[in-house]
Every structure is written in structure tokens, then in C-alpha cells.
């Protein structure tokens, strides 16, 4: 069956403009996370999702970043007025249940700031 | 501060050995651990976990050992082999319902 997919696999964008990215999770999965990983780094938490409602929105680095998710499915994070230290892989990943569960990522979408 | 901290970040094993990634964590609150394994160009997939009541969970080739009064885990890869060649992340979590946190990762190349 079809995965998580993302998209754009990789936007280029100049520091000051808004960006949306794309999740749509595995089919008839609940959970639904955004994560960061900056060059040298870790998977960074950004936000959580039950639902269309986001319990956690504890990792997002400021209020330049927002996310919804829409119908219980796909997922917008949008970036506004982006830095460049908003460069990084953006990943997707969802989970039938919640975070007990096991999570499947998606490709990721490479974001560019120049 | 790092709560999860992956000291290698790249190792080499010749195919057939044994592979060894580490793992050190700081909080004892954490009772959830995973292996995530990654491709270039790919997201992260989950390979392996252990939860704080065992200190050895084993799936084939794939060993993880968890050494909860060092707050330590490892991955063992045994044989390895040359599509074991990724990036292995370490992630944990305690199960009040919170984020899984990761470390940086460890790319791992088994040579032929």
C-alpha cells in the first residue's frame, strides 16, 4: 500500500518568503508528527496531530511556523517569512494510533533558504 | 543540553563482523527505545525497539541491548552486511505521552 508522501521533495526559496509544505499519511492513520533535521543534526520534534487537532505543538521554534491538518488526513507546515536557519529535511511521519505507536516517515521535503 | 547522544557519528565494519552502534541517553525517565534506520533520499524506518522491563531484545541479525543503570543501549548487527549501510538513529521516549527524542545518528559502511 501507498506510504507517507511529501512534497515537494525540495524547494529553493529566498529568506524572507512563505513556505508551505505537504504530508499525506499512510490511509487511515490517526497520528500524524512533523519533524525537522538540520545539517549535523537529529530528528527535531515539531508538532504532533490527533486527528485534525494538534495536542503538542511543543517543538515549533517560533511563531513563524504553523501547521493544520485538514479531514483527519493531509498536513500543511507552513513557514512564513522564511531564514535561512529554516534550512533543513522536513519530515512527515504517521502512526495508526498515537505515539505508542510505530511511526512511518516519509521522504522528507529538503527546504533551502538563500 | 543533548538528551540523547549518539558519540560516533560514522563507523566502518568489513561485511561479516559484527556491527556495534551506542547510545546514551540522561534522562531514566525514558522507558521507550528504538532503532530507526535511514537511506540517503529516504525517511527514517523503525528497525528495532526495546522497552525498559527487558535488557536484550533480538530480531535476526538485529540485537538491541539496553543497560539501564549506565542509561545505555546498542545496536548489534551481526553478520553485518553491505545493505546494512545507512544512517541508524537512536530514539526514546517514556510513555506519558510525549515526543520521541532522537540523536544525531550514526552512519554506518559495511565494506565488501
Known amino acids: 500500500g501507498a506510504g507517507v508522501s511529501q512534497s515537494p521533495s525540495n524547494k529553493v526559496t529566498e529568506k524572507g518568503k512563505d513556505v508551505e509544505l505537504r504530508c499525506d499519511p499512510i490511509s487511515g492513520h490517526t497520528a500524524l508528527y512533523w519533524y525537522r533535521q538540520s545539517l549535523g543534526q537529529g530528528l527535531e520534534f515539531l508538532i504532533y496531530f490527533q486527528g485534525n487537532s494538534a495536542p503538542d505543538k511543543s517543538g515549533l521554534p517560533s511563531d513563524r511556523f504553523s501547521a493544520e491538518r485538514t479531514g483527519g488526513s493531509v498536513s500543511t507546515l507552513t513557514i512564513q517569512r522564511t531564514q535561512q536557519e529554516d534550512s533543513a529535511v522536513y519530515l512527515c511521519?504517521?502512526?495508526?494510533?498515537?505515539?505508542?505507536?510505530?511511526?512511518?516517515f516519509g521522504p522528507g521535503t529538503r527546504l533551502t533558504v538563500t | 543540553d543533548q538528551q540523547v547522544k549518539q558519540n560516533s557519528p560514522s563507523l566502518s565494519v568489513q561485511e561479516g563482523r559484527i556491527s556495534i552502534l551506542n547510545c546514551d541517553y540522561t534522562?531514566?525517565?525514558?522507558?521507550?527505545f528504538l532503532w530507526y534506520k535511514k537511506y540517503p533520499a529516504e525517511g527514517p524506518t523503525f528497525l528495532i525497539s526495546?522497552?525498559?522491563?527487558?535488557d536484550k531484545n533480538e530480531d535476526g541479525r538485529f540485537t538491541v541491548f539496553l543497560n539501564k543503570s549506565a542509561k545505555h543501549l546498542s545496536l548489534h548487527i551481526v553478520p553485518s552486511q553491505p545493505g546494512d549501510s545507512a544512517v541508524y538513529f537512536c530514539?526514546?521516549?517514556?510513555?506519558?505521552?510525549?515526543?520521541?527524542?532522537f540523536g544525531k545518528g550514526t552512519r554506518l559502511s559495511v565494506i565488501a
Open positions: 526495546i522497552s525498559s522491563i527487558k
Open positions: 511521519a504517521s502512526s495508526f494510533y498515537g505515539r505508542g505507536d510505530e511511526q512511518y
Open positions: 534522562n531514566s525517565m525514558f522507558d521507550y
Open positions: 530514539a526514546v521516549y517514556f510513555s506519558g505521552n510525549t515526543p520521541l527524542v
